[in-house]
């Protein structure tokens, strides 16, 4: 049952232009959402996150977007750049405190093309 | 000025063995984790510890026993390894009270 849901695997995206990745969640007590960036034979780098008291998240080139009614987030990157080219995961928890844990999506591979 | 370490990178070993993957942070978080990447690509959690008290153990075999000898250190070891044990193991922390959690850059393991 996997309650983390990223559906594309892959996306694809010019140089410059607008990256959208997306996120979907079936757990209703999840309150703090997370973004990651993998590079190959690295581990996940954390790149934003959102409270679910918020609905917009913005650092610098990256923005979180939350719409809680539809259990959906997304990642903006604006403009896109070939160094973001990696796998993104979405996360999310339930409950802060002494060691939530994480739930990830399966990730979506981001090629930024020339 | 590494923040959270793993070692081995990699590690090659034959089904039956014993083996340990050592973690370390000098972030000085309360909080420490493990978890596995299968060959799908899904991060599923397996320990939390937090101060060296286990908070979360997520139904793993009890041939996986963590050990944090402190709160900068979460060791895992592994009995009677199986092929199916075969993932890249990701080393975690965090500061107390907050969710952003910081990865190590994994262990490889791999069993014959």
């Known amino acids: 049952d996997q309650q983390v849901k990223q559906n594309s695997p892959s996306l694809s995206v010019q140089e410059g232009r607008i990256s959208i990745l997306n996120c979907d969640y079936t757990?209703?007590?999840?309150?703090?959402f997370l973004w990651y960036k993998k590079y190959p034979a690295e581990g996940p780098t954390f790149l934003i996150s959102?409270?679910?008291?918020?609905d917009k998240n913005e650092d610098g080139r990256f923005t979180v977007f939350l719409n809680k009614s539809a259990k959906h987030l997304s990642l903006h990157i604006v403009p896109s750049q070939p160094g973001d080219s990696a796998v993104y995961f979405c996360?999310?928890?339930?409950?802060?405190?002494?060691?939530?844990?994480?739930?990830f999506g399966t990730g979506t591979r981001l090629q930024v093309t020339l | 000025d590494t923040a959270v370490s793993q070692t081995p990178k990699y590690l090659v070993t034959q089904m039956g063995n014993d083996k340990s993957i050592k973690c370390e942070q000098n972030?000085?978080?309360?909080?420490m984790y493990w978890y596995k990447q299968d060959s799908k690509k899904f991060l599923k959690i397996m320990f939390s510890?937090?101060?060296?008290?286990?908070?979360i153990n997520e139904t793993v075999p009890n041939r996986f026993s963590p050990k944090s000898p402190d709160k900068a250190h979460l060791n895992l070891h592994i009995n009677s390894l199986e092929l199916g044990d075969s993932a890249v193991y990701f080393c975690?922390?965090?500061?107390?009270?907050?969710?952003?959690?910081?990865f190590g850059p994994g262990t490889r393991l791999t069993v014959l």
């Open positions: 975690a922390s965090s500061p107390l009270g907050t969710d952003t959690q910081y």
């Open positions: 757990n209703s007590m999840f309150d703090y």
């Open positions: 959102i409270s679910s008291i918020k």
């Open positions: 996360a999310a928890s339930a409950g802060s405190g002494t060691a939530s844990k994480l739930t």
């Open positions: 972030l000085g978080h309360d909080t």
């Open positions: 510890y937090n101060n060296k008290e286990l908070i």
